[in-house]
């Protein structure tokens, strides 16, 4: 990965996200994201702009789904107590 990328896109992902493999994880999906959706790409914009904004979207998405998982109760024993 080129100085460049790091500085532009991995660094702001590492901001939202606070873990390096999440915003690894990120940067590839939302360069999948842009790969995918290159045709929707308009001239009137810069493509760093539309870039960045797929990314930052992206991190986003993660960062709803970390507050949507759930934990399972097995994990943590419940006990009755008695008054």
């Known amino acids: 990965m080129s100085c460049f990328a790091k500085l532009c896109f991995l660094l ?3 901001i939202y996200l606070k ?4 915003a690894k994880d990120a940067m590839q ?3 999948l994201k842009a790969f995918l ?3 929707s790409y308009k001239d009137d914009t810069s493509f760093g702009s539309w ?5 930052i979207h ?3 998405d993660q960062l709803k789904k ?5 934990v399972s109760l097995e ?3 419940l006990e009755i107590m008695e008054d």
Do not use: G, M, Q
């Not at 870039?51 to 990314?55: D, E, F, G, H, S």
């Not at 970390?66 to 759930?70: A, N």
């Open 37 to 39: 959706s290159i045709d």
């Open 12 to 14: 702001p992902i590492y």
């Open 19 to 22: 873990n390096e493999e999440e």
């Open 29 to 31: 999906d939302a360069f």
């Open 51 to 55: 870039l960045k904004r797929i990314v």
């Open 75 to 77: 994990n943590y024993p």
């Open 66 to 70: 970390k507050h949507l998982e759930t």
């Open 58 to 60: 992206t991190c986003i």
